[in-house]
């Protein structure tokens, strides 16, 4: 297993939010860490994002572009960045189709930003199919701390979703199995079946 490259003090995080409180108590809690660059809304966000943003905090309800339309933008432009999406917006099924890598549901604490900005830069180290993973996980998690069993077991999106993860998973189990079997643990997210 690789070992993430962890706050090196080159990381750039991107945090988006149209209340100018919330955004600067995000950036100053973030700014302990990481270089941080604070955008007060989806345009002032999208002209902020670059190669060199490694990680976006999302607010996903925002005037005139609403943080999915800004999500879906960040990955036309094929920028390398994690991104976390921020709201008080309880999530549904929808999030299930969503291309972003873990959501955090307001309020959210100085704890819960450095989590996610290191569960973030950890999964830079693995390779495209066990970053996959984790997102589709993130999203299993957080649907199943809103909805209640009968929800879930209603919902046609989340019987894929819990598939697709089961299978990433035994995909998962199967290279660790070969790995122990060659004794080459070094390789296990770097050698990651379907990496091409």
């Known amino acids: 297993m690789t070992t993430p490259n962890r706050n090196s003090g080159d990381e750039t995080v991107l945090v988006v939010d149209d209340e100018r409180d919330i955004a600067d108590l995000y950036s100053t809690w973030l700014a302990e860490e990481y270089e941080v660059r604070t955008a007060y809304g989806p345009h002032e966000a999208l002209d902020q994002a670059d190669e060199a943003v490694d990680i976006v905090f999302l607010d996903r309800q ?14 036309e432009r094929r920028l390398e960045c994690r991104v976390v999406m921020v709201t008080a917006v309880d999530p549904d099924f929808d999030i299930v189709e969503m291309p972003f890598d873990d959501y955090l549901t307001k309020p959210v604490m100085l704890d819960d930003l450095h989590g996610a900005a290191e569960r973030m830069l950890d999964r830079e180290s693995y390779d495209e199919r066990m970053q996959e993973f984790f997102s589709l996980a993130s999203k299993k ?8 069993f009968v929800e879930l077991q209603d919902s046609a999106e989340y019987e894929r979703l819990e598939s697709e993860v089961e299978d990433l998973r035994e995909e998962a189990d199967r290279t660790v199995s070969d790995l122990s079997e060659s004794e080459d643990f070094e390789t296990l997210f770097q050698e990651f079946p379907g990496d091409a």
Do not use: I, Q, Y
């Open 141 to 148: 998690a957080t649907l199943e701390a809103e909805k209640d």
């Open 62 to 75: 925002m005037p005139e572009m609403n943080g999915d339309e800004v999500l879906e933008t960040l990955r």
